[in-house]
């Protein structure tokens, strides 16, 4: 009789409390009730991601024994649910860690152009470049790359992936609640899940999404189910390859179940530079990513930027014309290093890098036009989580869909958007991306190549110490956004939450233009336009998240202003 009544009162208080609507282990994260938090200090482990739920999950993992790479795996996998906007299963990226031990990781899992692409896939029959196909609908998917990438950093990883990724299912079979801005960023993207998609899907189950609503993914609740219980075949094979394989003949995209099958992760050795008595760690091609940072950081080294002064005239100067050359070496020699030999030690050299600089003049703008990429003799939506657990290990992710919800084809029956990575290759020379890059043969489409990426996922060690932890999405920002942080800290002396919220600005070589957000110092502005500085204007540049680990190893993470990003630790 007593135990009838405590399991009543138990079924009454569960009840109460939403019990089944609380997702997670000990049912940590409340996926009706939560805020952004913005910036915090930690005693052991934190997490930075573009989503609250998301950051939760992962710290929550942390806390029950797991470690950075648990948590990566499992705010990975949350954010493919509460941040369909660019979180994702059917996209790819980047994993950078460094285990407590020392041991560096680069885990490439970027996607592959399918097998039946083709150098000219993109051109019509008089040669122009059709940039709706690349960025747009089923051709401009390239085989995903999540999945077997969350599997390869299972290697890293303490927990059982069953326990990872459960949250993601709860949270996707459960719902969540909407913020206005996911609502408005819903209902601005319905017209096209209905144009590029084939099938009715969780998205476009209401004609309007206002804040407060609950989004349910039924199907992609199975899909990550599927994933939990058969592995990376989940995905790979079976139902969810089969579904994914239907969506592209519905759509006349080209990815084929060979594809799916013989896609791999693959491990790369990190790049490893020194700026200022710091050592950097990133990452290597097929991302561009590492190199523009070492070769900018690399630039900048020789001048005191510090004593210059935060945003002046001269050092602004100093890392847009260093950004510039940067920017115009990526568009010749990088892509694919299975597909071309990048020179990337040699882009590095410090020999090169002096001489790049030789025709830097102070108080003048150089020409894009004029500067080629260097030679030598021989030879807006992608979401970043930075981590770092109580031991020490440190991981920083980056994975895209490309832009805002990818191709904005979701899979029929399997609930997941596809990516629009295609539009990262060049797709004909000259002919610019939907960030505004250009490239030629080291980055053209060839069956099964990877795309170049600008993604930078970057560590940073003090004294072979854990001390900084960085990453954003934003096309080709990225690279000099997570440089902006990296001299934040280390020049101007500026603690996590200035370092990622200070105004930023950022030059590509090509359009010859200083982007800069609308708080950037119009002093400045107009000293750097005198000079010959042309500036356009542009909405929030990135959302970079950062942990700065201090001297008494304190985490002191902060989640950008730009976004609902948000931070979560213990
Ligand atoms: O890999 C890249 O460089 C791009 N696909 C990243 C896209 C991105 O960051 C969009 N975010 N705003």
New binding site residues.
Partial sequence: MLRTICLFILVFLSFLSGYGQIVGPRKAVDPYRYEPVKAASFERASVASAHALASQVGAEMMRRGGNAFDAAIATQLALAVVYPV?GNIGGG?FLLGRKADGQLIALDF?ETAPRAARRDMYLDQDGKAQTELSQNGHLAAGVPGTIAGLFASMSYAKLPFRDLIQPAIDLAALGFVLSENEARSLNWTLGNFKKYGTKPNAFTARKEWKAGDTLVQKELARTLELVRDKGAKGFYRGKTARLLVAEMKRGGGLIDLQDLKAYEAKSRTAMEFSYRGHQIIGFPPP???GVILGQVLKMLEPYPLGQYGFQSPEAVQLMVEAERRAYADRATHLGDPDFWKVPVSELLADAYLKNRMGDFVPGKASESKLIKAGEFRES????HLSIVDAEGNMVAV?T?????YGSKTVVGGAGFLL?N?M??FSIKPGVANM?GAVGGDANAIAPNKR?????CPALVLKDNKPFMVVG???????PTSVLQAVVNVIDFGMNAEQAINSPKFHHQWLPDLVDIEKDFPEETRKKLAAMGYTFRLRDGI??TEIVLIDRDGKRMVAADKRGEDSVAGY
């Avoid at 807006?380 to 979401?383: D, R, V, Y």
């Avoid at 895209?400 to 805002?404: D, P, Q, V």
């Avoid at 954003?472 to 990225?478: K, M």
């Fill in positions: 660019a990226g970027r991302s561009s990513g807006e939506q992608t979401t980056t895209t869909l490309n832009g805002a990516n990575e539009d990262d960030y795309m170049l990426s600008s993604m954003t999405p934003g096309g080709t920002t990225i990135g959302r």
